[in-house]
Every structure is written in structure tokens, then in C-alpha cells.
């Protein structure tokens, strides 16, 4: 079983809509981060929040704005999405010091439709 | 150039075999490596860590990291049709996955 746990699995949602994907883990990890992946390619880094700030924001558009209320959850808010924002969501989350800051743990995912 | 480069794949081997999967990178700013394995329709799963050049053993899995050649694998013995998953290699610095080499372990 995972440790990271997200919610929902699973969100349709219209291009005008707004909702919001959560994150959670009490691992007691200090770095969070969200991935987008869609079919058949490999995760894409979105954000990175270390100690509970933000660290590395990829060029995501604004229509995605993340949260991190505290070091155990993080949020990801969503508006006026696209269609090709289709994809699955995964919130990962590590330790932010030392050199393992490589090694994520990973929630199961949210699979976002937007129509 | 991408900064994480895997074969694509299919990797096909039979049981029982080693399957070998390869990764390159270009960023000279990781020091640390790791594989992870993605079962379809889950999200992935860390299986490997490599801070140092030279080879890593646990369990079937062995991890080697060459620096100098910017090249990082990941050795199967004794494959089984459960390790049929894309494998993704990833560096620290930017925290990049590669394009993921899918295995199949045919019995």
C-alpha cells in the first residue's frame, strides 16, 4: 500500500470548471512534488515544494495552481483547463536533503478527463 | 539532445533470463541515479538507487553507474513474467525521467 495517498482517482470535469487535486503523506517528507503523465510517455515534473516552498515551478501554465498548506498536504487547483490536459496526475514526495532526493514516492495517481 | 535517454523498447526475454536495460544521460549535474518500475495503469515504483560508480546488488537487481561514460543500467537475473513493467531511469538534479524501456518476460 502506498503512503501517499490521493484524491479523487478518478475527476471529469468541464473546460469552465474548477476542482482540485489532493495530496497527502505522513512519512514526514519535506520535499512534495506533482507529475503529469500522459498514455505511453513518462512522467512530467510540474512543481516542487521543498520545506513547504515553492522550489521549481516547470513553465506550468497558470490554469494549474499548486498548494502546499503544510508538510503534509499538498494541493493542485485547476481552472479552465484544456482537453489535452487529460492525463494522469501523481503526486510524489522524498526526503529534500542528502543525495536522495531522487528517490519519490509516489501516490496512485488521479486521472483527470477534462471535456 | 534529450537529458535522459532509454530505448523505448519492447525488451523481450524469456524466463528464467537477463534482461539488461540501459539508460544515457547528458546532465553532468546528477550524481545519483535511480530505476524505477511502472506497472500499466499504476504509478511507479522506486526499485534501484546508485550514488557511486561501480555496481549495486539487491536481490535479482543489479545497478551499475559509469560517470565517465554518462551511462547507468539495470541488470534482471532470473527474469519472471512479473517483471513485465516499463522501467524508467532518472537522475537527482532535475529530477527528469527518461522515456522508459518497456520489458516483456515471455514464459
Known amino acids: 500500500d502506498t503512503e501517499v495517498t490521493q484524491t479523487p482517482k478518478h475527476l471529469v470535469m468541464g473546460m469552465t470548471n474548477k476542482k482540485s487535486l489532493k495530496c497527502e503523506q505522513h512519512?514526514?517528507?519535506?520535499?512534495m512534488y506533482w507529475y503529469k503523465q500522459k498514455a505511453k510517455k513518462p512522467p512530467e515534473l510540474m512543481f516542487v515544494y521543498s520545506y513547504e516552498k515553492l522550489s521549481i515551478n516547470e513553465s506550468v501554465p497558470s490554469r494549474f495552481s499548486p498548494e502546499c498548506p503544510n508538510s503534509s498536504l499538498l494541493n493542485l487547483h485547476l481552472h479552465a483547463l484544456q482537453p489535452e490536459d487529460s492525463a494522469l496526475y501523481l503526486c510524489?514526495?522524498?526526503?529534500?536533503?542528502?543525495?536522495?532526493?531522487?528517490?519519490?514516492?509516489f501516490g496512485e495517481g488521479s486521472r483527470l478527463t477534462v471535456l | 539532445q534529450k537529458e535522459v535517454e532509454q530505448n523505448s523498447g519492447p525488451l523481450s526475454v524469456p524466463e528464467g533470463a537477463i534482461a539488461s536495460l540501459n539508460c544515457t544521460y547528458s546532465d553532468r549535474g546528477s550524481q545519483s541515479f535511480f530505476w524505477y518500475r511502472q506497472y500499466s495503469g499504476k504509478s511507479p515504483e522506486l526499485i534501484m538507487s546508485i550514488y557511486s560508480n561501480g555496481d549495486k546488488e539487491d536481490g535479482r537487481f543489479t545497478a551499475q553507474l559509469n560517470k565517465a561514460s554518462q551511462y547507468v543500467s539495470l541488470l534482471i537475473r532470473d527474469s519472471q513474467p512479473s517483471d513485465s513493467a516499463t522501467y524508467l531511469c532518472?537522475?537527482?538534479?532535475?529530477?527528469?525521467f527518461g522515456t522508459g524501456t518497456r520489458l516483456q518476460v515471455f514464459p
Open positions: 532518472a537522475g537527482n538534479d532535475k529530477l527528469i
Open positions: 510524489a514526495s522524498s526526503h529534500p536533503d542528502r543525495t536522495n532526493t531522487g528517490e519519490l514516492f
Open positions: 512519512m514526514g517528507h519535506r520535499a
